[in-house]
């Protein structure tokens, strides 16, 4: 099993910025592609940014050039760097990983964790 656990999210005034992670923990032999998406009170999850094992990124319209995505590969932790916060990127965040273990590929989830843009 795997295990991917977010920490960084809270409350930030609109123009500020925020640092989210996400570390994959367990019977982990590659991690193919490590990815943010989020979900706001009576909207459906949207995608928010990836980054792949060849290292090249995606980033959602909304946030291109305000977000960075990067990766640990050693440490098998993801990060999202945001800046330049708006009241419409409030949302739980989640972290999404495609991991190879096994001969299996899989997709796993976090929990979750909550980001709140506002004066």
């Known amino acids: 099993q795997v295990q991917l656990v977010e920490s960084g999210g809270g409350l930030v005034q609109p123009g500020g910025s925020l640092r989210l992670s996400c570390a994959a923990s367990g019977s982990i032999f590659r991690l193919n592609y490590m990815g943010w998406y989020r979900q706001s009170p009576g909207k459906q999850r949207e995608f928010v940014a990836a980054?792949?094992?060849?290292?090249?990124?995606k980033y959602s319209d909304s946030v291109e050039g305000r977000f960075t995505i990067s990766r640990d590969n050693p440490k098998n932790t993801v990060y999202l760097q945001m800046n330049s916060l708006k009241p419409d990127d409030t949302a739980v965040y989640y972290c999404?990983?495609?991991?190879?273990?096994?001969?299996?590929?899989?997709?796993?989830w976090g929990q979750g964790t909550q980001v709140t843009v506002s004066s």
């Open positions: 999404t990983a495609e991991v190879v273990a096994a001969g299996l590929v899989t997709a796993y």
């Open positions: 980054i792949f094992s060849s290292d090249s990124t």
